[in-house]
Antibody
Framework: EVQLVESGGGLVQPGGSLRLSCAAS????????MSWVRQAPGKGLEWVAN????????YYVDSVKGRFTISRDNAKNSLYLQMNSLRAEDTAVYYC??????????????WGQGTLVTVSS | QSALTQPASVSGSPGQSITISCTGT?????????VSWYQQHPGKAPKLMIY???NRPSGVSNRFSGSKSGNTASLTISGLQAEDEADYYC??????????FGGGTKLTVL
């Protein structure tokens, strides 16, 4: 059974940092692109960042470029999101999601339960 | 990286059919057959309902179907049931090699 379990969320002051983790199990982690998707309270889903199987390619939404860094450790079956210079607008539930990418396919097939990040003084 | 456009809300009675639209551009919805749809109940994680425009994952009811015409994709739910009441989000791959989501549609079953 595929499982994605996020951790590391919490309350942080504006300008602060936080590192989110996602522990993956039930599949060959190193074979999949992985993403972080966030959802602000009462708002819609927003894709944040993704990373290729070997970590050689990374993409970010414009609003987090230069502040957030996505990484992975395939030996530990783990995905990470280092968040620096946090702003109030970064307050959201952050989901870890597995991407299915192929020549004729692209979608998020498994999601974690999310971890809440609150940026407030 | 502009969000895809969805109606904020739709509603229908049990047994009826509803359709949710998702409008983008030729750089996302219109340019790729990589539109997917997600169902999200309150406090829960999103669940994949349709992928690659019109394909259903194993375990998803055949009451859910997807289609696309030009820059607009659609999700149709037939034979509405109370359990279908949820938020629905579309997503598309884009020419920036990144995905984008729609703003979401709240489905109310009357």
């Amino acid at each position: 059974e595929v499982q994605l379990v996020e951790s590391g969320g919490g309350l942080v002051q504006p300008g602060g940092s936080l590192r989110l983790s996602c522990a993956a199990s039930g599949f060959t982690f190193s074979s999949y692109w992985m993403s972080w998707v966030r959802q602000a309270p009462g708002k819609g889903l927003e894709w944040v960042a993704n990373i290729k199987q070997d970590g050689s390619e990374k993409y970010y939404v414009d609003s987090v470029k230069g502040r957030f860094t996505i990484s992975r450790d395939n030996a530990k079956n783990s995905l990470y999101l280092q968040m620096n210079s946090l702003r109030a607008e970064d307050t959201a539930v952050y989901y870890c999601a597995r991407e299915f990418q192929a020549i004729t396919a692209y979608y998020f097939d498994y999601w974690g339960q999310g971890t809440l990040v609150t940026v407030s003084s | 990286q502009s969000a895809l456009t969805q109606p904020a809300s739709v509603s229908g009675s049990p047994g009826q059919s509803i359709t949710i639209s998702c409008t983008g551009t030729s750089s996302d919805v219109g340019g790729y057959n990589y539109v997917s749809w997600y169902q999200q109940h309150p406090g829960k994680a999103p669940k994949l309902m349709i992928y690659d425009v019109s394909n259903r994952p194993s375990g998803v009811s055949n009451r859910f179907s997807g289609s696309k015409s030009g820059n607009t994709a659609s999700l149709t739910i037939s034979g509405l049931q109370a359990e279908d009441e949820a938020d629905y989000y579309c997503s598309s791959y884009t020419s920036s090699s990144t995905p984008v989501f729609g703003g979401g549609t709240k489905l109310t079953v009357l």
